[in-house]
């Protein structure tokens, strides 16, 4: 991430970038290290807090206000611990945040930090990034077959019906902002899925929901909504899957 916004930064502006980022990151990390230290009695990094604010960074506009901008991160921080299971938090925290501010503040997003409009050389960085955080989480099954199945979705669309409506999915900055988006906000381990055979039903899920968000609402947030639809099916999975084994090993004791 840092990475990226180093990259990113001087294209867009540093003037432009540095009070949201500066804004958004103090405000995660302050809100996050005062409730870790109540929590948990003791002084913790605040670097979930700090991703968060880096993506929320990343996505809007570095013309959005920084106060706009940091109401972003302080939200996303604070839904991880006001929406959870007892194993982890429900939402990915930056697209939920991202989505509440897009219908508070009209806020706008381009995606800079995905790096659309530097070089086109530029997407072998983002997307060697996201291949080695992929990797490293262990979420290729995920984002293979949700990219597989959002462009078949939409190439099948561009065939049936005017292809002028969905050509920009297939362009700058859409293109880096999907990429950004499958490998650094879908892949968010504490919302997705383990096992490739739940990742696999959980890639359509959000490539079926962000396409119908797109083709339904046209809203600018498709792709975040879609995540969070994933959200909610993987955290209703480790409900019942829970309640399942403790089921199970109850009988077991028990008998």
Not at 40 to 45: H, S, Y
Not at 60 to 87: D, M, Q
Not at 136 to 149: E, I, S
Request: with cysteine; proline share 6%; aromatic share 14%.
């Amino acid at each position: 991430m840092l990475a990226l916004t180093v990259l990113a930064a001087p294209f867009e502006g540093i003037k432009l970038v540095w009070p949201g980022l500066l804004s958004s990151v103090a405000v995660a990390s302050l809100i996050d290290v005062v409730i870790l230290r109540l929590r948990r009695r003791d002084w913790e990094f605040p670097s979930g807090a700090i991703l968060t604010a880096l993506l929320v960074v990343m996505v809007l506009s570095p013309r959005v206000p920084g106060y706009e901008t940091a109401c972003a991160a302080a939200i996303g921080v604070l839904s991880k611990y006001a929406f959870r299971t007892k194993s982890a938090n429900v939402f990915n925290p930056a697209s939920l945040a991202l989505v509440i501010v897009f219908y508070i503040f009209h806020t706008a997003q381009n995606w800079w930090g995905a790096l659309p409009g530097i070089t086109p050389y530029a997407l072998v960085v983002l997307f060697a990034a996201g291949v080695f955080i992929t990797d490293r989480v262990n979420k290729l099954p995920l984002v293979l077959v949700f990219l597989g199945v959002y462009y078949l979705l939409f190439s099948l669309t561009a065939f049936v019906t005017n292809p002028a409506q969905v050509a920009e999915i297939f362009r700058p900055p859409d293109l880096q902002a999907v990429l950004f988006f499958a490998f650094f906000m879908l892949t968010d381990p504490p919302t997705s899925p383990v096992k490739y055979s739940d990742q696999i039903v959980c890639g359509v899920l959000v490539a079926v929901a962000s396409y119908a968000f797109f083709e339904l609402l046209g809203a600018a947030c498709f792709l975040l909504a879609g995540v969070l639809i994933g959200n909610v099916w993987e955290a209703r999975r480790r409900y019942f899957s829970a309640r399942g084994l403790a089921g199970s090993l109850a009988s077991r004791f028990g008998s």
